[in-house]
């Protein structure tokens, strides 16, 4: 997984978060393994920060999301946290909510390219929502998702009670939300949490393969259907036909569905631009 290179951004304020653009690619990676990239506020606005100039970026088609070290994301740091400037009342706890990990859950989901998590290590608390928000969820055998709210006398936040229920149905939901157990990446992976797992070792290759595929792909196609799926789970049928008729009408406006077309009248192999 690229982490360096010509490409790679290394100035020292950003190398928490290390972010690297290859072959169409954009390759973010939580870089704090002493702390199991347990996310920080500075780490979340940089990420929200990536995720939004992918989305307005033509030369990006595909972002990846991992980690290095043992840990993905073992939840929010929030030692990192501007200091409280004042005595906490009702209302500053989700407002920090809304404005925090709610806006970094809504920056993947919003994302307008694919994006791929390659769960490297253990997934806690936001970091699981952060993975289960990505289009595609890939991990290593080693790695572990935790509902860990419970355990500390907590509700879910970052999504989790959005995405979860969407993903698993409510009773699994429920099931790792009440007990905060932790699931193995096999057990994710039979849930419909994870599309594939594969040994730690290969977890690279095969999230440069996938998201390789993406980036050659027709681009605008690929969101406009990652927005269809995501707007299907929360309106009635009559809203999801409209918005498959009005995504179908803007995509038949890029390159890539004239050349998509061209190139089955042809009998040939498409090339598409991400326009």
């Given amino acids: 997984m690229p982490v360096s290179g010509e490409a790679a951004e290394a100035a020292p304020r950003d190398a928490t978060v290390l972010h690297a653009l290859d072959g169409g690619v954009s390759w973010i990676t939580l870089n704090r393994p002493e702390a199991m990239n347990a996310v920080t506020w500075d780490q979340r606005e940089r990420i929200i920060a990536l995720l939004t100039d992918a989305s307005a970026d033509p030369a990006v ?32 706890v989700s407002r920090t909510i809304r404005l925090g990990a709610q806006r970094l859950i ?20 936001i970091g699981a929502h ?4 990505c289009d595609l969820v890939l991990a290593a055998d080693t790695a572990k998702f935790i509902e ?22 409510p009773q699994r ?16 992976e039979r849930m419909g949490l994870v599309n594939r797992t594969v040994p730690e070792g290969e977890l690279a290759a095969l999230a440069a393969a996938w998201a ?29 036909f ?5 995504a179908q009408e803007i995509n038949m406006t890029t390159r890539d569905a004239a050349e998509g077309v061209a190139a089955f009248v042809d009998r040939r192999s498409p090339t598409y631009e991400g326009r």
């Fill in 61 to 92: 088609r595909a972002v990846v999301l991992t980690a290095t070290g043992r840990g993905f994301c073992a939840g929010a740091d929030l030692r990192g946290a501007p200091a409280q400037a004042r005595e906490r009342v009702p209302g500053d």
């Fill in 106 to 125: 809504a920056a993947v989901l919003d994302c307008e390219k694919p994006v791929i998590a390659a769960v490297n290590g253990t997934a806690a608390g």
């Fill in 130 to 133: 952060l993975a289960f928000a």
């Fill in 148 to 169: 860990v709210f419970v355990r500390r006398g907590l509700v879910p936040d970052g999504g989790g009670a959005y995405l979860l229920p969407r993903l698993v149905g």
């Fill in 173 to 188: 939901a429920k099931e790792l939300m009440f007990f905060g157990d932790a699931l193995s990446a096999a057990d994710a």
């Fill in 212 to 240: 390789g595929r993406l980036a050659a792909g027709p681009t605008r196609a690929v969101v406009l259907t990652k927005q269809l799926v995501n707007a299907s789970l929360d309106g009635d049928r009559a809203a999801a």
């Fill in 242 to 246: 409209a918005a498959e008729a009005a």
